[in-house]
């Protein structure tokens, strides 16, 4: 029994414990360091010196038992647990709880929560407020929520995926700043051999509808690290590409814009762009010539250190830059396609079974020809996001732990395909398993 009172003094207000934990590529349960967590220490690190956090202590941590969520956190002396997958996440963390003194409530983990959640879609109710025509062919859509307030947080390069009246999803990316969270904006092209969805939306959606939508996803960010960002749109790829150069703009960043459209009257928000972009956006007219169009060759000649290139339209357009920029660093170039070039169908007769590992859930399925991987697991009652199926649109990514997988998709640059894959059109190469951050 102690005779006096001990006073503990704290050596540090915040003790923050991050796992790092490394293991083998082939093990079902992978590591929050598998998932990215030695970088985003790192991060979280660099971060609270840069925001001049005081009497903070930022630690690596090895195994911290709650695998199936990590990256993991926890934070002391009140213990709050967090999952954390980006930079941004970190970022929340540092100043709404380190700072602000609030949870970050979308990433809390509870104490006795063993797997992620949701394993449901979040969506949201939205009305249309606004309708205007911005082109022949292109409509502009405001959505407000149904219920008073903010809608869902959302950056630069975002997209929703509308719910049509007969249950298909299709994904419409942002065009408003991120700061303006009362609507979200998008433009509708009417698509003549579209799966009906911008009929719909040209010719049924009217003003006061109501629709449900996913959260905002972002498969298309602005690289912050960047310190020119070179934008090139085509047509209605124009529409993410507004949202970033409203956010540069607000950040007073460095930005130019090249954009190309059949002609003045097939440009929309060419207003918009102008206001945005000042004097740093090129319009070019190419009369439906790809050839008369932007000339890459030139304006993407010579590699700049820290210029990031984001494109967003035809797939002819985003195979042109990728080409025109292959001497640039590698991951410097980042795309949104809209439309799909696929040669092959995504399902093939040579195609064999193969099991998965979902990491996170404990489980081993199987899946046979026939059947996607998204197949399986939307089969085995768990929501992961998609909207194309082709393997274009980016949603259904789902990072890769283990095993080699046979590429199909159009989305993920060569770089990436050993950390990611896109469950919906991609499998496991013959006689592989693959080990899935699910
Ligand atoms: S590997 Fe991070 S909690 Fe186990
Ligand atoms: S659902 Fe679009 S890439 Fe998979």
Redesign the pocket.
């Known amino acids: 029994m102690p005779t006096s009172e001990v006073k503990i003094e704290h050596v540090y207000d915040i003790h923050v414990f991050c796992c790092i934990n490394v293991r083998a590529k082939d093990h079902p349960r992978s590591s929050c360091a598998a998932r990215g967590s030695i970088d985003l220490q790192k991060h979280m690190k660099d971060r609270a010196k840069e925001l001049k956090i005081k009497n903070i202590r930022i630690n690596k941590a090895g195994c911290l038992e709650r695998c199936e969520l990590g990256p993991v956190l926890v934070i002391y002396p009140e213990a709050t647990w967090y999952r954390y997958d980006t930079t941004d996440d970190i970022d929340d963390i540092l100043n709404q709880h380190i700072i602000g003194g609030q949870c970050v409530e979308r990433l809390i983990l509870k104490n006795d929560q063993k797997v992620p959640e949701p394993t449901t879609e979040s969506r949201i109710k939205l009305r249309v407020r606004g309708i205007k025509k911005l082109t022949r062919d292109v409509k502009k859509i405001e959505f407000v929520p149904e219920t008073k307030g903010l809608l869902p947080t959302f950056t630069a390069g975002s997209h929703i995926n509308i719910i049509t009246p007969n249950g298909h999803r299709r994904?419409y990316s942002l065009a408003n700043s991120p700061k303006q969270r009362q609507y979200y904006e998008i433009a509708v092209l009417r698509e003549s051999d579209g799966r009906g969805g911008s009929a719909w939306m040209h010719d049924s959606l009217a003003l006061g509808d109501s629709v449900e939508a996913s959260l905002p996803t972002n498969n298309f960010p602005l690289d912050k690290s960047a310190e020119h960002h070179l934008l090139i749109a085509g047509g209605i790829g124009i529409v993410p590409l507004l949202s970033m150069g409203r956010a540069l703009y607000e950040k007073a960043a460095s930005a130019t814009l090249h954009y190309c459209a059949r002609g003045p009257e097939f440009t929309p928000y060419a207003k918009e762009v102008k206001e945005v972009f000042a004097d740093h956006v090129h319009f070019h007219h190419d009369g439906g010539n790809p050839k008369n169009g932007i000339d890459l060759q030139k304006i993407l000649a010579t590699p700049t250190e820290n210029t990031c290139i984001y494109v967003c339209g035809p797939s002819g357009l985003i195979t042109a830059v990728q080409n025109a920029a292959s001497h640039w660093p590698e991951g410097m170039v980042r795309f949104e396609k809209f439309v799909s070039d696929r040669q092959e169908p995504v399902h093939r007769n040579s195609d064999t079974a193969f099991d998965i590992v979902l990491s996170r859930q404990r489980k081993t399925l199987s899946v046979p020809p026939g059947k996607s991987i998204?197949d399986v697991v939307s089969d085995a009652g768990l929501y992961i996001?998609?909207?194309?199926?082709?393997?274009?649109?980016?949603?259904?990514?789902v990072r890769l732990l283990g095993g080699q997988a046979e590429h199909r998709?159009?989305?993920l640059r060569n770089d990436e395909h050993q950390k990611s894959i896109?469950?919906?059109?991609s499998r496991a190469k013959r006689g592989e398993t693959l080990i899935l951050d699910i």
């Open positions: 994904s998204l996001s998609s909207s194309c199926k082709e393997g274009i649109c980016g949603s259904c990514k998709d159009n989305f896109m469950i919906c059109s």
